[in-house]
C-alpha cells in the first residue's frame, strides 16, 4: 500500500485525475465453498482511499485463472467472459467508463 501512496501522490503533483483505488490479490476464495480468505490483511484499500479521499472501487481476488490468463496473453475477461473472474473485471470497467464521462463532462461543461 505504501506504493499506492506514493503512486497517489505522485498523479496528483501532476494533475492526473484519480478515479478511485482498487485492491489487488485482496482475497482468496475458496474453489470448493467459496468462502473469501483474507490471507494477506483485511481492509487496506480501502483504509487508504479513505486517508487519501479517493474512492475505493473494489477487489480483485487472488485467483490462479487471472494469472495464468494474464501470462497467456489472453485476459481472462476474453478468455472466460462468463467466468465470476470475468465479472469481476466487467464490474470495474463499468463503473470506471461512468466515472470517466462524469470527468470529461466536467471539463466540457467549464
Known sequence: LT???KALAMFRKLNVPILGIVENMSY???PHCGEK???FSTG????????????FLGEIPL???IREQSDLGAPVVA??????????FKDFAFRVAGMISIVAYAKVAK
Open 3 to 5: 506504493i499506492a501512496t
Open 28 to 30: 482468496f476464495l475458496c
Open 37 to 39: 480468505s483474507y490471507i
Open 44 to 55: 487496506g484499500g480501502r483504509r487508504v482511499a479513505s486517508m487519501l479521499n479517493v474512492d
Open 63 to 65: 485467483e490462479t485463472r
Open 79 to 88: 478468455a472466460f467472459p462468463n467466468s465470476p473472474e470475468a465479472n469481476i
